[in-house]
C-alpha cells in the first residue's frame, strides 16, 4: 500500500488482521443491469463525490452560497433556510458576493486539495440569480481551472441558459424533478413564479413539469451530465418516482438520486407543520432498489448545505465561515493539487486490487444478502473509531461482493470522552438491520449493548470490502455450526 498524500484523510490501508469481537460495549443487484460506463464517462465522473460513489470515498466538494432568491415554492421549503432541494431543512448559510465566494474556494483548493468540485446549490435557486451565479463560476474558472463546476436547480429557467452553462464549462447540472404528472405535483408546488407572473395550482405546476423537461434534453443535446434529484414523499410521490425515474432516463439523465423527505414542525415548512413524514431507510432503499435496474442510482447523497465543504460524510463548514476565511490569504497551487490527486488515484488503484481480491474467484448465485455498518473517515477505509463516528456507511453483502448502499446519521457516541445511554439506543436503532458494526476501535461497554442487539462489532483497520468480507464468510460459518 502506498502512504496517502500529506494531508488527506485517506491512512494507508495496513493489512490488519479482523478481530471479530463477540463480548460487550455514488447500487442493488439490479445495478448491475444498469449500463457500464465507457473509459471516456468515466473520467468526467471520477473526481467528483457526488457522480461516484467511489470518488466519495476520497473527493470532497465544496458549495458556495451566493443565489438567495427563489422562483418556486416546494411543500418542504421554508425560505427562512437553505433550498431544501439539495440541503437538509433547518440550516443557514452566510450569503456571500461572488467575489467572496472565489475568495474562499480559493483558500479551500489550498487547504483541502483533495477539494474537486464546486457546487452552488442555493441558499435559493441558482438559476433564479443567474448573474451572481455565472459570475461566480466566471472568477473560479479563470483562477482555478482544475476545478468542477456544478450546478442544482429546480429547472424552471434552465431552458434559458443552458447555452450560457455550456460556454462556461459547467460539466455537472442536477434537476429536482418530483413529478412527471402534474395532478402529483400539485400536492408539492403550491406557485411557480414564471417571467414576472405567480402561477398558482396546477397551472404553475405545467409550466414547471414542461421547462424540465425541456431543460433535461436540452442538457443532453448539450451534452452535459445530469442528474436529477427526487425527493421521495410518502403517500405523495413515492409510487410514481418509478415513472418519473423512466421517464427521466429516456430523456438523458445520467444518474437519480432519490433523497428522503427530511420534516419536522420546527422546520415551519408545510409538511412540516401538516405532519407528512419521510420515508424510513427501509421504504427509500426499497424504492431505490426498483428503480436501480433502469439507471445509475446515488444512494450516497448527505443532503448537504448550501454552504458544505467537505466529504460528504464529513461538514467543515465552521472552519471556513466569512469572518474566518476572509482573513485567510488563498494558497491555490495547481502543481500541489495535481500531485495530490495523482497520490490519490494510485491509493484507490491499490483498493481496487484489495477488492478485487476480496471477491470470491466464481459468482454464487443466489447467496444469503446481509448488510453491515462501517465506521469511516474516508478513503474506502475502515478507520474509524466507533465513538467518533457521525454516520455509519452501509454495505450489503454477499458471497460475491460488498457494495455500498446508503448511510445513518447519528449522533456520535463519545461526548467529551464517555459515551450516552440515550445516543447507544439511538444508535442501536439507526443500525438494527445491520449484522455488524465495522470499527477500528469500539470500547467493552457499546460492544456488548451492540451484541445483545444481535450486532457484532468487529476492529479492524483495512479496505472496507475485505473487512466486510471476511466478516461475511465467519458469518456464514456460523451458521452452518448452528
Ligand atoms: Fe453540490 Fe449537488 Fe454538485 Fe454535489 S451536492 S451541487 S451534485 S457538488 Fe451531492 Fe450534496 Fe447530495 Fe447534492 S451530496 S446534496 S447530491
Ligand atoms: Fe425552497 Fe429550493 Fe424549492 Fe426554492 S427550489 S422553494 S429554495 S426547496
Not at 438567495?68 to 432541494?85: E, F, G, L, W
Not at 455565472?134 to 442544482?152: H, N, Q, Y
Request: charged share 25%.
Amino acid at each position: 500500500m502506498t502512504p496517502p498524500p500529506t494531508g488527506l484523510l485517506t491512512p494507508t490501508a495496513t493489512p490488519a488482521k479482523t478481530k471479530a469481537k463477540s463480548g460487550s460495549c455514488g447500487c442493488s443487484s439490479k445495478t448491475d443491469a444498469a449500463p457500464s460506463l465507457d473509459e471516456k464517462m468515466k473520467a468526467r465522473i471520477e473526481k467528483h463525490p457526488c457522480y461516484s460513489e467511489e470518488a466519495h470515498h476520497h473527493y470532497a466538494r465544496m458549495h458556495v452560497a451566493v443565489a438567495p432568491a427563489c422562483n418556486i415554492q416546494c411543500n418542504y421549503c421554508n425560505r427562512k433556510y437553505d433550498c431544501a432541494n439539495e440541503s437538509r431543512p433547518g440550516v443557514v448559510s452566510e450569503l456571500l458576493t461572488p467575489e467572496e465566494a472565489a475568495h474562499k474556494v480559493l483558500v479551500i483548493a489550498g487547504k483541502i486539495p483533495q477539494m474537486t468540485v464546486l457546487g452552488i446549490a442555493g441558499p435559493g435557486d441558482p438559476l433564479a440569480n443567474p448573474e451572481k451565479t455565472f459570475r461566480t463560476f466566471e472568477l473560479i474558472a479563470d483562477k482555478a481551472p482544475d476545478i468542477k463546476l456544478c450546478l442544482s436547480t429546480n429547472g424552471l429557467m434552465l431552458p434559458d441558459y443552458v447555452d450560457r452553462i455550456k460556454q462556461l464549462n459547467v460539466d455537472h447540472v442536477t434537476i429536482t424533478i418530483n413529478m412527471v404528472d402534474p395532478k402529483v405535483g400539485e400536492k408539492i408546488y403550491p406557485w411557480v413564479h414564471y417571467r414576472r407572473k405567480r402561477y398558482r395550482g396546477i397551472e404553475g405546476v405545467k409550466i414547471l413539469h414542461e421547462r424540465q423537461m425541456e431543460g433535461l434534453q436540452a442538457l443532453r443535446e448539450a451534452d452535459i451530465l445530469c442528474k436529477v434529484n427526487s425527493v421521495m414523499i410518502p403517500g405523495i410521490n413515492d409510487e410514481h418516482l418509478a415513472e418519473v425515474d423512466e421517464v427521466i432516463r429516456a430523456n438523458g439523465a445520467f444518474l437519480h438520486n432519490i433523497m428522503p423527505l427530511i420534516s419536522a414542525p420546527e422546520h415551519g415548512t408545510h409538511f412540516g407543520l401538516t405532519g407528512q413524514r419521510g420515508p424510513t431507510p427501509k421504504e427509500l432503499k426499497t424504492l431505490q432498489d426498483k428503480c436501480s435496474g433502469n439507471m445509475k442510482m446515488m444512494r450516497h447523497c448527505r443532503q448537504c448545505r448550501a454552504d458544505a465543504v467537505g466529504l460528504l460524510g464529513e461538514d467543515r463548514s465552521q472552519e471556513f465561515t466569512k469572518e474566518k476565511f476572509m482573513e485567510m490569504t488563498p494558497e491555490y497551487n495547481l502543481e500541489t493539487r495535481q500531485e495530490v490527486h495523482a497520490g490519490i488515484e494510485k491509493s484507490k488503484a491499490e483498493i481496487k486490487a484489495v477488492k478485487e481480491q476480496a471477491k470470491a474467484a466464481k459468482k454464487i448465485a443466489n447467496s444469503i444478502k446481509i448488510l453491515v455498518a462501517v465506521a469511516t473517515k474516508g478513503g474506502g477505509m475502515v478507520n474509524q473509531h466507533f465513538g467518533h463516528a457521525k454516520e455509519f456507511q452501509v454495505f450489503e453483502v454477499d458471497a460475491n461482493e460488498a457494495k455500498f448502499v446508503g448511510h445513518r446519521k447519528i449522533d456520535h457516541y463519545c461526548q467529551g470522552g464517555y459515551g450516552e445511554e440515550a445516543t447507544l439506543d439511538h444508535i442501536i436503532k439507526a443500525i438494527a438491520d445491520c449484522k455488524a458494526v465495522l470499527v477500528s476501535k469500539i470500547g467493552h461497554c457499546p460492544q456488548e449493548e451492540l451484541q445483545k442487539a444481535g450486532i457484532q462489532a468487529v476492529e479492524a483497520y483495512d479496505v472496507i470490502e475485505k473487512v466486510a468480507s471476511e466478516f461475511y464468510a465467519q458469518y456464514l460459518q456460523n451458521l452452518q455450526g448452528e
